[in-house]
């Protein structure tokens, strides 16, 4: 089974009008309202992909409501530990250019977070659980130094995907797969990157570091995957970009998914690349008959 974790899950709520007057009343054209939060999206592509999984972290109140309601329409597991305060709503205002106000989320308390820690302790060898995305406030990301030791300790494999500190953390525990993209492997060791060689090198020093497979997502320019045996590039496909959200998500989805399934790096990049490209693509997240169709036009070379 695969688990996904979101420590701060969110309504991601998308208002959409053709400008945005500061200081005065604005009324949009049209919104949405969706489950939000990476690990959430990683589960929702996974269930259009017909990819089991269960959803995990911490939710509550009203808008926490919204969310594990809306999961379990798509026919999503969860198993949720639920918490006092309200579950965070994070506005996306789409008006030429794209703003975000995020929430700050929930306070968790010392028993909700045990509640959790039980849960990926009660993990085995058949599990992989993804990681991903930023922890309540008051928990910090260096919680993350505390729950996947748990999930690793039951025999689960991990896949985590972080920026920076967070993800260089993480790399202690072996994970699967990592997945920054150019801009944050360059930050991570305050290096320029100059074409696919510079990305291979550096990717590679995260492989030394202790992962599996890195991925690195490069926007419009493709993405590479290295391995421990070859890296692979996947070159970029076609299309008019709608969305910026959940586009890293969806390629984590898909690599996971497959490998999980075939344990086959390639074709695991292939479905990751197709998933990523279709969300790129897409209003919202993708949909399972788009996600093929993108699949049949991603190329990837052996470098």
Same mark, same amino acid.
């Given at each position: 089974?695969?688990?996904?974790?979101?420590?701060?899950?969110?309504?991601?709520?998308?208002?959409?009008?053709?400008?945005?007057?500061?200081?005065?009343?604005?009324?949009?054209?049209?919104?949405?309202?969706?489950?939000?939060?990476?690990?959430?999206?990683?589960?929702?592509?996974?269930?259009?992909?017909? !990819?089991?999984?269960?959803?995990?972290?911490?939710?509550?109140?009203?808008?926490?409501?919204?969310?594990?309601?809306? +999961?379990?329409?798509?026919? !999503?597991?969860?198993?949720?530990?639920?918490?006092?305060?309200?579950?965070?709503?994070?506005?996306?205002? %789409?008006?030429?250019?794209?703003?975000?106000?995020?929430?700050?989320?929930?306070? !968790?308390?010392?028993?909700?977070?045990?509640?959790?820690?039980?849960?990926?302790?009660?993990?085995?060898?058949?599990?992989?659980?993804?990681? /991903?995305?930023?922890?309540?406030?008051?928990?910090?990301?260096?919680?993350?130094?505390?729950?996947?030791?748990?999930? *690793? %300790?039951?025999?689960?494999?991990?896949?985590?995907?972080?920026?920076?500190?967070?993800?260089?953390?993480?790399?202690?525990?072996?994970?699967?797969?990592?997945?920054?993209?150019?801009?944050?492997?360059?930050?991570?060791?305050?290096?320029?990157?100059?074409? +696919?060689?510079?990305?291979?090198?550096?990717?590679?020093? !995260?492989?030394?570091?202790? /992962?599996?497979?890195?991925?690195?997502?490069?926007?419009?320019?493709?993405?590479?995957?290295?391995?421990?045996?070859?890296?692979?590039? /996947?070159?970029?496909? *076609?299309?008019?970009?709608?969305?910026?959200?959940?586009?890293?998500?969806?390629?984590?989805?898909?690599?996971?998914?497959?490998?999980?399934?075939?344990?086959?790096?390639?074709?695991?990049? *292939?479905?990751?690349?197709?998933?990523?490209?279709?969300?790129?693509?897409?209003?919202? +997240?993708?949909?399972?008959?788009?996600?093929?169709?993108?699949?049949?036009?991603?190329?990837?070379?052996?470098?």
């Amino acid at each position: 089974m695969i688990y996904t974790v979101t420590l701060n899950p969110s309504i991601d709520f998308i208002v959409r009008l053709d400008s945005l007057a500061l200081g005065s009343v604005n009324r949009m054209d049209s919104d949405d309202k969706y489950a939000g939060g990476k690990g959430i999206n990683v589960s929702r592509v996974l269930k259009r992909l017909d !990819i089991g999984n269960t959803a995990t972290g911490f939710i509550g109140g009203f808008t926490g409501r919204f969310v594990e309601e809306g +999961l379990v329409e798509e026919g !999503i597991s969860t198993n949720f530990v639920a918490v006092t305060e309200d579950t965070r709503i994070n506005v996306k205002i %789409k008006a030429g250019e794209e703003t975000e106000i995020n929430g700050a989320g929930p306070t !968790i308390i010392p028993e909700q977070l045990a509640e959790l820690e039980a849960i990926l302790s009660g993990l085995s060898a058949d599990d992989t659980v993804v990681f /991903a995305g930023s922890a309540p406030a008051n928990l910090g990301n260096q919680v993350y130094n505390t729950l996947i030791p748990l999930a *690793k %300790k039951a025999g689960a494999q991990v896949v985590c995907d972080f920026e920076g500190q967070t993800l260089l953390d993480s790399l202690a525990y072996e994970p699967l797969l990592v997945k920054p993209n150019n801009h944050e492997l360059a930050d991570i060791f305050g290096v320029e990157l100059n074409g +696919l060689a510079d990305i291979e090198k550096y990717a590679r020093e !995260i492989l030394a570091k202790g /992962a599996q497979n890195v991925i690195i997502s490069m926007a419009g320019d493709g993405a590479l995957l290295v391995t421990p045996g070859a890296a692979y590039f /996947a070159k970029p496909i *076609k299309g008019t970009v709608k969305n910026s959200v959940g586009a890293g998500d969806s390629m984590v989805a898909g690599f996971t998914g497959e490998f999980v399934k075939s344990g086959d790096p390639v074709e695991a990049l *292939k479905w990751g690349v197709a998933c990523g490209t279709a969300t790129t693509f897409s209003d919202d +997240l993708a949909t399972a008959d788009f996600i093929k169709e993108t699949y049949n036009k991603v190329e990837v070379e052996k470098l």
